[in-house]
Nanobody
């Protein structure tokens, strides 16, 4: 089995920065694309950033130039560096790994995993 655990959220003033991390644990064989999503109060969950297994990145227009997604494959961890934060960035942030392959004995399993979410609040 695999678990994704986010950390790094909190309260920050407008213009401030936070770095979120999401660590995958378990008997992981491989992780393909990873992404960060967010869901503000009363809103649908939306894609913030994606990073491929080869490090190719893509961002929502609203965060381009402010957020940076990265990954450390050796640690099975994805990061989201958030700079110049705005109140509109307030949301619960979730990491996602839609195609994780993990092992149990001689068996291999593939599944879509989500973290539990971490709250980011941008307020003065």
């Amino acid at each position: 089995q695999v678990q994704l655990v986010e950390s790094g959220g909190g309260l920050v003033q407008p213009g401030g920065s936070l770095r979120l991390s999401c660590a995958a644990s378990g008997s992981i064989f491989s992780i393909n694309d990873m992404g960060w999503y967010r869901q503000g109060s009363g809103n649908e969950r939306e894609l913030v950033a994606l990073i491929s297994s080869r490090g190719v990145t893509k961002y929502a227009d609203s965060v381009k130039g402010r957020f940076t997604i990265s990954r450390d494959n050796a640690k099975n961890t994805v990061y989201l560096q958030m700079n110049s934060l705005k109140p509109e960035d307030t949301a619960v942030y979730y990491c996602n790994a839609p195609f994780v392959t993990w092992t149990s004995g001689s068996d291999y399993y593939t599944a879509d995993y989500w973290g539990q979410g971490t709250q980011v609040t941008v307020s003065s």
